[in-house]
Nanobody, 119 residues
Framework: QVQLVESGGGLVQPGESLRVSCAPS????????MGWYRQAPEKEREMVAT???????NYVDSMKDRFTISRDVAKNILYLQIDSLKPEDTAVYYC?????????????WGQGTQVTVSS
């Protein structure tokens, strides 16, 4: 069974940076588009950024300046770097992957990692 395991969340102060990670249980090459989503309290889940197998990153307009998505194929990890954190960034951050090849047509979600921005 394919699993996505997020890590790296925590309590940070406004203005600080944080990098969250997603480690799939299968090789990243098994996925087409991978991405990060977030869900703040009492709000719907929203996309933050996605990345294609050739490294093309797509961001929600409001998040282009402070969020950076990347993949380390050798380490088999998906990252999301968040800079200049704001209290409104407080949310559960979820990893998402769309399968390709033998996993084509399947979509996977991680369990989420909590990011809390507070002084």
């Amino acid at each position: 069974q394919v699993q996505l395991v997020e890590s790296g969340g925590g309590l940070v102060q406004p203005g600080e940076s944080l990098r969250v990670s997603c480690a799939p249980s299968v090789r990243i090459a098994n996925f087409h588009v991978m991405g990060w989503y977030r869900q703040a309290p009492e709000k719907e889940r929203e996309m933050v950024a996605t990345i294609t197998p050739d490294g093309f990153a797509n961001y929600v307009d409001s998040m282009k300046d402070r969020f950076t998505i990347s993949r380390d194929v050798a380490k088999n990890i998906l990252y999301l770097q968040i800079d200049s954190l704001k209290p409104e960034d407080t949310a559960v951050y979820y990893c998402n992957a769309q399968g390709s090849g033998r996993l084509r047509g399947r979509e996977y979600w991680g369990q989420g990692t909590q990011v809390t921005v507070s002084s």
